[in-house]
């Protein structure tokens, strides 16, 4: 179907591209569905969609994906709109910036974390309360008020 006008929806919940165990591959990868690396990878990777890394896989890269799931060793900063996932067989050494971060017993680490404060709906309107201080001025406001 090349040359094809017809413009084809792409699902960013399957996995539009593996790169197998016997494959080495050197460059960026820009991919607007989801990614399985069970081979080596050295560059950078822009995924739309999830990319998971394989037990067996070596990834040196910069990952920017919906969700990332690491099995294998990966060195380079990720940055999720999701959650990303070192599994007890992962290795991750690389900055991270997520929404959700998992670590499972025996996964390794090393690295510095920032998270995305997901949006809040509670009555507070998303502000952080000091608690000290809270009941400080509530004593207040009841002192104010008569001991009320």
Not at 42 to 50: K, S, V, Y
Not at 65 to 91: C, E, F, M, P, Q
Not at 97 to 108: L, P
Not at 124 to 138: R, Y
């Amino acid at each position: 179907m090349l040359g094809s006008s017809k413009s084809k929806r792409i699902d960013t919940k399957t996995t539009d591209t593996l790169i197998g165990a016997s494959t080495i591959c050197e460059g960026k990868i820009m991919s607007e569905a989801s990614l399985r690396i069970e081979g080596q990878l050295h560059g950078d990777i822009e995924c739309a969609g999830d990319i998971t890394i394989g037990e067996n896989a070596v990834v040196q890269s910069n990952i920017q994906a919906r969700d990332v799931i690491i099995a294998g060793k990966v060195k380079g900063n990720i940055h999720t709109k999701g959650k990303l996932l070192v599994t007890s067989s992962g290795v991750l050494v690389g900055n991270i910036d997520v929404r959700s971060f998992i670590v499972q017993e025996g996964g390794i680490f090393q690295g510095s974390s920032a998270m995305q404060i997901a949006a809040v709906s509670d009555k507070s309107g998303g502000k952080v309360i000091d608690a000290q201080a809270h009941k400080q001025q509530k004593n207040e406001q009841q002192a104010a008020s008569g001991g009320n």
